[in-house]
């Protein structure tokens, strides 16, 4: 295992550099946190932007309009444009950090062809409709229901937590396709063109006033067969491979940007046991980013790291500590102290860390019975 970075990888970084201090100076502002479509624009021009100068899909294939480079090289472009503070994907999460790996992995060419240019140069928005009412943490016992007509599923049921689905042209879509099945054996997993009839989307407000979130209504919407990834009823396997994204790859520019905010904590810290406090967070963060780096390794010699498992977990629970520690540092200047106002939000936003792609439970759930060989829960 070697932790460092090659000399070509530094030569890109460097490039890279320069060229994000360039495109920074001119950026226009970012739009108002609920003009979606000021905030779809922003986000795909800017990928836009990171397509046409060789820096979009650095680990897809060329093919698909990728670069096939090295996952250090992704590490280094994570670490610079989250050290220049520098649009994050945005709206192009779902597209880019799973649903596009997903259809890399289990899609069919035409699939590919169809989607993975689009997502990279910012021209197709994903969402994701996974989890139900009744079906979160036991995602398996979903119930949206999809019967075969002729070329086409035709889909009843309700998502909800949909994130970013206001803006949605493609959604991650799971349906339960044999319902006499054991629960993980009927499942299977479509993708949702937005613009079918039968959809209807409604807007979740959130603690923080925010409208990221919609729940889906599907009303005998007609999918077409074709828009299938991976056979009939085996879709428990291909979500296992997207919460393998989503859980993995999908946190490591936040762990950077976490590291970011220990720095801007710091000066305002002045009570020893609290500065303490926060050297146990940098160090845990640090240790999370070591394990990246080691399970980027890994992967890259093709070896499959158990450290994935662990990676969600950990800074999640993490950035939460942080959170919380920086409202008790900062007390009620937190509120007014100019620099240090997104603390709050901050805050508020760390609690849905450790529910977002499966709680910390579940995760435990996951480590105990995958990674140390516990006896799996009864009832799942
Ligand atoms: C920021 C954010 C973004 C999200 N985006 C999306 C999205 O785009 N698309 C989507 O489909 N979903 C999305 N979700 C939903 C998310 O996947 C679910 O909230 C999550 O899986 C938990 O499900 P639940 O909310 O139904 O909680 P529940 O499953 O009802 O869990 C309630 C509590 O019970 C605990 N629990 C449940 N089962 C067990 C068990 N077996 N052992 C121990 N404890 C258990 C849980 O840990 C939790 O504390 C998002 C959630 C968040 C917070």
């Not at 007609?222 to 393998?244: A, F, I, K, M």
């Not at 409202?327 to 450790?354: H, N």
Request: net charge negative; with cysteine; aromatic share 8%.
């Amino acid at each position: 295992m070697d932790l460092r970075y090659s000399d070509e990888d530094e030569a890109f970084r460097a490039e890279l550099r320069a060229w994000l201090a360039a495109e920074l100076a001119v950026l226009a502002p970012q739009p108002v946190r609920d003009d979606w479509d000021a905030r779809r624009r922003w986000d795909t021009d800017w990928q836009r932007r990171l397509f046409d100068a060789g820096y979009a899909g650095l680990s897809w294939p060329k093919e698909y309009g990728g670069q096939d480079a090295s996952p250090s090289r992704q590490l280094v472009f994570l670490e610079e444009t989250t050290r220049a503070r520098a649009p994050y994907v945005g709206v192009n999460f779902v597209g880019l950090l799973h649903a596009g790996p997903t259809i890399v992995a289990e899609g069919t060419d035409e699939q590919k062809a169809a989607h993975l240019p689009k997502i990279l140069r910012g021209e197709e928005v994903w969402c994701q409709g996974f989890s139900e009412p009744e079906a979160g943490s036991d995602l398996a016992s979903l119930r949206t229901r999809a019967v075969r007509d002729g070329d086409h599923y035709v889909v009843t049921g309700q998502k909800i937590w949909c994130s970013f689905g206001q803006v949605g042209d493609f959604g991650e879509l799971l349906v339960r396709t044999d319902p006499d099945a054991p629960k993980h054996q009927g499942i299977t997993w479509l993708i949702l063109p937005m613009d079918l009839g039968g959809i209807e989307v409604r807007p979740l407000k959130t603690v923080l006033g925010s409208s990221e979130f919609v729940e889906l209504f599907l009303d005998e919407v007609r999918v077409p067969v074709e828009c299938r990834v991976g056979e009939e009823n085996d879709g428990w396997r291909v979500t296992n491979v997207t919460l393998s994204f989503e859980r993995g790859t999908a946190f490591v520019s936040e762990l950077v940007d976490a590291t970011r905010l220990v720095e801007d904590l710091a000066p305002y810290v002045s009570d020893p046991a609290q500065r303490r406090e926060l050297g146990h967070v940098a160090a845990e963060l640090d240790a999370v980013w070591a394990l990246t780096k080691r399970n980027v390794t890994q992967a890259s010699r093709g070896v499959s790291g158990r450290g994935a498992f662990m990676i969600k977990l950990a800074y999640s629970e993490a950035r939460q500590k942080l959170g919380e520690l920086s409202l008790r540092a900062l007390g009620r200047d937190a509120l007014v102290v100019d620099g240090v106002g997104e603390f709050v939000e901050e805050r508020l936003r760390t609690l849905a860390l450790t529910i977002a792609a499966g709680t910390s439970q579940i995760q435990r759930n996951i480590l105990g019975e995958r990674v140390l060989g516990l006896p799996k829960e009864s009832s799942r």
